[in-house]
């Protein structure tokens, strides 16, 4: 155990409510809270879920990360998201062989994901072999909530990746402050931690664990998946007709492939 520099208990926690409500409209506020909750509670060992932060640069995704490392200050370890999709990348579990309760990444990429066995392994909190370089192998269950921040969308390759269930997406609101403005509530909720963690507690029991168990990331699977755009696309024609046969579809769906340059 290591002790954290705050106390947990009711504060002011102004700077706090004005950053990320400004940042962040309030359902996608309520993610982020309730995330932090969740590792405060201990629930997030078994909670299997993990967080992207996806917009563009300078909306908001890393000053939350930044907000994560110091109220988890100790049990915090990087990551990088890319390899644990790259395909028979042995080493890729190396950076959780601390067993931390957060893993973060500031400028992730998970638009290609070749193999999500690991990201899945890591994210259900399942127990796994631990390859480093130069050292012997072992088991070990895996504690971490991932969470990365990202300018490019998540890869959704199919309804059987694991992905749509695990997958918790957070979008700025792209507002942004003055840069005076911006500092001065970030150095203010460097004070504001222990009630910060307080009301996210708070935020997290209110909710409840089971609050995303059925959350569907459908931005981000609107980004990536072309036959979810294709369905959308044609949908009216779909209602109108009561149903489509499937050579209709499957000629729909060629010509979609061949306008919008789709492989």
Not at 33 to 52: C, L, M, P, R
Request: contains cysteine; charged residues 20%.
């Amino acid at each position: 155990s290591k002790r954290l520099p705050y106390d947990l208990a009711a504060g002011d926690i102004s700077a706090w409510d004005e950053l990320i409500g400004t940042l962040y409209k309030p359902d996608e506020r309520a993610k982020i809270e309730w995330t932090f909750g969740s590792v405060i509670s201990g629930d997030s060992k078994t909670i299997q879920k993990f967080v992207v932060l996806y917009g563009p640069p300078g909306a908001g995704k890393g000053t939350m990360i930044d907000v994560a490392l110091k109220l988890f200050d100790g049990y915090v370890t990087t990551f990088d998201a890319k390899a644990l999709g790259m395909n028979g990348n042995q080493f890729a579990a190396a950076a959780f062989e601390n067993n931390p309760l957060v893993a973060i990444q500031h400028d992730g990429d998970l638009s290609r994901i070749d193999d999500n066995t690991v990201l899945n392994s890591i994210t259900s909190h399942e127990i796994m072999k631990i390859n480093q370089k130069h050292k012997p192998a072992y088991d070990a269950r895996m504690n971490a909530f991932l969470n990365m921040g990202t300018n490019k969308p998540v890869k959704i390759t199919d309804a059987q990746s694991g992905l749509i269930r695990r997958l918790i997406d957070v979008h700025p609101s792209g507002v942004r402050f003055p840069p005076t403005k911006y500092h001065a509530l970030v150095d203010k909720v460097n004070f504001e931690l222990g009630a910060i963690a307080h009301h996210c507690l708070q935020v997290y029991k209110k909710m409840g664990k089971n609050y995303y168990s059925n959350y569907q990331p459908f931005v981000m699977m609107f980004k990536t998946n072309a036959f979810i755009n294709f369905i959308d696309a044609y949908y009216d024609v779909f209602e109108k007709q009561g149903g489509v046969a499937a050579k209709q579809a499957w000629n729909l769906y060629k010509e979609y492939c061949q306008e919008t340059g789709t492989d």
